[in-house]
């Protein structure tokens, strides 16, 4: 299983930006799928997770202005982060995180930068 996640990029405060992370080898739908980020000199943080139900839990500085989503018809298996309002202090890494029972998979990352 490979995941790839795209959308990263650069933005000033307040704007926006769309991730992506798909899978690749697999024709089983995940269980939950979430996002984690990586700021430089910190540790990994867990951003936000959806479960294969569609329940979604976010870290409480992203809550209202982050919204994680997936799509799973036809084997799609790609999962979706919606960012707006965007700060300075969202920047970091952003990974994707799959998970199958008992196994966990992660993408390579994709940088997302804010300026003020």
């Known amino acids: 299983v490979q995941l790839q996640a795209s959308g990263g990029g650069s933005v000033r405060a307040g704007g926006s930006l769309r991730l992506s992370c798909a899978a690749s080898g697999s024709i089983f739908s995940f269980n939950d799928m979430g996002w984690y980020r990586q700021a430089p000199g910190k540790e990994r943080e867990l951003v936000a997770i959806?479960?294969?139900?569609?329940?979604?839990?976010?870290v409480d500085s992203v809550k209202g202005r982050f919204t994680i989503s997936r799509d799973d018809a036809n084997a799609k298996n790609t999962m979706y982060l919606q960012m707006n309002s965007l700060k300075p202090e969202d920047t970091a890494v952003y990974y994707c995180?799959?998970?199958?029972?008992?196994?966990?998979?992660w993408g390579q990352g994709t940088q997302v930068t804010v300026s003020s």
């Open positions: 995180n799959f998970r199958l029972y008992p196994y966990g998979y």
């Open positions: 959806i479960t294969s139900g569609g329940m979604t839990n976010y």
